[in-house]
């Protein structure tokens, strides 16, 4: 199997996010929000102007390895020349609890030292302006450098003599250097104690965190580092959860399905919430229903997706500047889904705040005014249920009623039920009860074909989409319904191709797909293990385990062929579907024990 080809680390802290390659170079971030020009773009290829990046570079490299320190989001490189050199590179976002609140700043630090021999090394930093378009002023002084960016100047504080790196000059690197990277402030101690202080208590942030987490027995590494991953996609000052920390790369080869991900889809935050949820990390939802909140209109309606400061216009232009990654354009700024109805996602909010209302350990549990918050959501839910919409898939030349998007509606009111059962709002729940009632009866009379013995896509429908895996997991159908079951195993029929699946086969806008969505499969993979084919289950959970890249991160895509990676990075969804397979799939700690 090919190596993919995204084998990139992320580091970050809530406030944005540095992707770095296997050579310790910064390839890609945006600065000083995931929705930022990305001050280095090297990932997307700038097509005039030379950089992009932030490069420790290794004279007469021969190799390198890389990892994460245990249970923290710090990456260590290790990079190895032809002579017997070696050289560390740790790289962190700072982020601690700090006079009641958590020190989070836009800012990367990377700390060098010497392992072994005598390394010459070249520090290229080299960040350009206006999407890769021009290289941007600069300044500098005795231990800092200084460019000026659009709407924010980025600070280099170093005890590399800042000539070395003007000059890009090589030099023997005989102790320990540290370089911090980010807003335009002086520190107010020295260099390296500042360094080593934000690596410890960094460290200790991370491990803290990790250390609560109610984690399964088994894949305990992969989970751990899909949570993290999850938790450096949440920009913290709003709540906002990105899809992915990138744009437009490809889901398949020149196919030209490249999209800005680097917003917050309340279908995939949703997902994030609850996968968090399972894992005891309640904060995320907090601060996620904090931002829908702030959305919240006077009557309810929302948008699929919105940008991470609660902007609702995400205009969709092409970025000629960058040429694309590996060259294949076009880059595209913005999204045009923002402009599509995709009903599925009242269900989906109402979902992720379910347990607000059940979870006693929460500081500020849900109560009537956070339900009567709820029922606007429901509402529409419950107007929109039989109405066409793009889908989840968000096709964008046709509309349909689509069965996920129908049976999310039923979850909107189901759960609205439940909760108003919980306040003990009798007439609430008896309003919202008849109404999930009449749902369920519409999906399951239109959505599932007599004749082909499964549920579609679509109400009267002829066709399948992974999608449908989702049915037993959101509670619309029991997972030994024999209607289940004959869907699971339609759709392992009909969309597997090996070890991963399609979302769907039938041609869309773009023509027919050509890789595997990768929650897709981890979907089927929770499936077969609800319907009782947990074996088969684990062999392929164990076999999608082995595509995460050599740091256990997942992209959107993989390809059937050799497993390559596509599509933009790191992706929550994916991550998501891994945490979920994990948990249903582990033996339990009593079995351990």
């Known amino acids: 199997m090919r190596q993919p080809n995204l084998d990139l680390g992320v580091v970050g802290n809530g406030s944005f996010g540095a992707l770095i390659d296997r050579q310790a170079r910064v390839v890609w971030s945006c600065l000083p929000a995931f929705d930022g020009d990305p001050a280095f773009c090297a990932l997307l290829s700038p097509r005039t102007q030379e950089g992009g990046d932030f490069a420790i570079e290794l004279e ?7 990892h994460y320190l245990t249970n923290t989001a710090i990456l260590r490189t290790v990079l190895r020349d032809q002579h017997g050199g070696a050289v560390e590179v740790l790289d962190f976002a700072p ?12 800012s990367l630090i990377r700390r060098i030292r010497p392992l072994a021999g005598n390394p010459r090394i070249r520090v290229l930093a080299r960040p350009l302006a206006d999407w890769g378009a021009r290289t941007p002023e600069t300044t500098w002084g005795s231990n800092h450098l200084r460019w000026l960016l659009p709407g924010f100047t980025l600070r280099l504080t170093t005890d590399v003599p800042v000539r070395f790196i003007r000059e890009r000059l090589p030099f023997v690197l005989a102790h320990p250097m540290d370089l911090v990277l980010g807003v335009d402030e002086t520190l107010d101690q020295p260099l390296a104690t500042y360094a080593q202080q934000a690596q410890q208590r960094t460290e200790d942030y991370w491990r803290e965190w990790t250390r609560y987490l109610s984690i399964p027995l088994e894949w305990q590494d992969a989970v751990i580092r899909s949570a993290i991953t999850l938790k450096l996609c949440q920009y913290e000052d709003s709540g906002a959860i990105i899809a992915a920390m990138t744009t437009s790369i490809p889901e398949a080869p020149h196919s030209a399905r490249n999209w800005d ?22 904060r995320s939802m907090e601060d996620f229903l904090r931002y829908i909140f702030n959305l919240a209109t006077s009557d309810g309606s929302l948008q699929p997706l919105y940008g991470i400061g609660m ?16 060259g294949m354009g076009p880059v595209r700024r913005g999204n045009l889904a923002w402009t599509q109805r995709q009903h599925d996602v009242y269900g989906s909010v109402v979902l992720a705040s379910t347990q607000l209302f059940f979870d006693q350990r929460l500081n500020n549990p849900g109560d009537r005014h956070a339900f009567a918050r709820l029922e606007p959501l429901g509402e529409h839910a419950y107007a929109l249920h039989d109405v066409p919409d793009a889908g ?62 499964h549920f579609t896509d679509t109400f009267e429908g002829e066709h399948l989409d992974a999608s449908l895996l989702l049915l037993a997991d959101i509670g619309f159908i029991d997972a030994r319904d024999p209607r289940y079951i004959a869907t699971v195993e339609a759709i392992g029929r009909d969309l597997r191709r090996g070890d991963a699946l399609f979302r769907y086969v039938a041609p869309d806008d773009f023509g027919t797909p050509e ?79």
């Open 515 to 593: 890789t595997s969505f990768t929650i897709c499969t981890f979907w089927y993979i929770d499936a077969l293990a609800a319907i009782g084919r947990e074996d088969e289950a684990r062999a392929l959970f164990e076999k999608l385990l082995k595509r995460r890249n050599p740091l256990g991160l997942l992209s959107e895509d993989l390809a059937f062929s050799d497993g390559e990676a596509w599509g933009n990075f790191p992706q929550t969804y994916s991550h998501v579907g891994l945490i979920t397979a994990a948990m249903r799939l582990s033996r339990s700690w009593q079995e351990a024990s």
């Open 60 to 66: 007469d490299y021969a190799d390198s390895e890389q």
């Open 392 to 453: 989840l898939w968000e096709f964008r030349g046709r509309t349909a009623v689509h069965t996920y998007t129908s049976a999310m509606c039923w979850a909107a009111c189901d759960r609205l039920t439940k909760i108003a059962e919980r306040l003990a709002l009798d007439a609430r729940a008896a309003l919202w009860r008849e109404r999930a009632d009449h749902v369920h009866r519409q999906v399951m009379a239109r959505g599932w074909n007599t004749s082909l013995g």
């Open 261 to 282: 991900y680097r917003y917050c889809w309340l279908r995939d935050a949703a997902f994030v919430v609850r996968a968090l949820n399972r894992l005891g990390a309640t």
């Open 311 to 326: 902007e609702q216009q995400l205009d969709e232009h092409e970025v000629p500047s960058l040429a694309g990654y590996r």
């Open 95 to 106: 982020r601690w609890r700090r006079n009641g609140r958590f020190y989070r700043p836009p």
